[in-house]
């Protein structure tokens, strides 16, 4: 059994409540839009990550970080990338892709919109943890915490961690 915290699009920014909510995980997951490396050392501190560089992301992310990670865990196999749609509305290269790696689960950032749906087309569950950071045209910051055990996915939380623009929001009560 594995425990997963997955966020995205943190565009350099961090707080108290994403370290609190990550912190009973005994992974993280980062898709893409980190902004900046600082944002990765707390998180790194704290557990094991998983990483992958998105679009606005300079040199220094992109040599630490893959555009893409395959992972096998507890009998499901994972893809995660930036930039990838959505069920119905995929990018144009990513229909073919999920053909080739057959995911259990796909994983992407990029949109803001947190969105967790079983894509019957291709039979894998897509994940959007929404964005964690400030920066962006999302009203809440958001990130998704789950449980990958015996090739089943349970415990899906969808984590609210404040709006984009209280500055409040940056320590936890």
């Not at 404040?162 to 409040?168: F, H, K, L, V």
């Given at each position: 059994?594995?425990?997963?915290?997955l966020?995205?699009d943190t565009h350099?920014?961090?707080?108290?409540?994403?370290?609190?909510?990550?912190?009973?995980c005994?992974?993280?997951?980062?898709?893409?839009?980190?902004g900046?490396?600082?944002?990765?050392?707390?998180?790194?501190a704290?557990?094991?990550?998983?990483?992958?560089?998105?679009?606005?992301?300079?040199?220094?992310?992109?040599k630490?970080?893959?555009?893409?990670?395959?992972?096998?865990?507890?009998?499901?196999t994972?893809w995660?990338?930036h930039?990838?749609?959505?069920p119905?509305?995929y990018?144009?290269?990513?229909?073919?892709?999920i053909?080739?790696?057959?995911?259990?689960?796909?994983?992407?950032?990029?949109?803001?919109?947190?969105?967790?749906?079983?894509?019957?087309?291709?039979?894998?569950?897509?994940?959007?943890?929404?964005a964690?950071?400030?920066?962006?045209f999302?009203?809440?910051?958001?990130?998704?915490?789950?449980?990958?055990d015996?090739?089943?996915?349970?415990d899906?939380?969808?984590v609210?961690?404040?709006?984009?623009?209280?500055?409040?929001?940056?320590?936890?009560?």
């Amino acid at each position: 059994m594995t425990r997963i915290g997955l966020l995205s699009d943190t565009h350099g920014y961090i707080d108290d409540r994403i370290i609190h909510h990550l912190s009973d995980c005994d992974e993280i997951w980062h898709a893409g839009d980190i902004g900046d490396l600082s944002v990765m050392e707390p998180l790194e501190a704290l557990k094991p990550v998983r990483a992958v560089y998105g679009n606005i992301d300079g040199t220094e992310i992109r040599k630490t970080y893959p555009v893409e990670q395959h992972v096998e865990i507890e009998g499901l196999t994972v893809w995660m990338t930036h930039i990838a749609g959505r069920p119905g509305r995929y990018k144009s290269s990513i229909p073919a892709l999920i053909r080739l790696r057959k995911p259990d689960i796909l994983i992407c950032g990029h949109s803001h919109i947190l969105k967790v749906a079983k894509d019957p087309v291709f039979d894998c569950l897509y994940m959007n943890p929404g964005a964690a950071g400030k920066h962006g045209f999302h009203k809440v910051r958001t990130l998704l915490r789950f449980t990958i055990d015996k090739g089943k996915v349970t415990d899906m939380q969808a984590v609210e961690l404040g709006p984009r623009a209280d500055r409040s929001a940056d320590s936890v009560e």
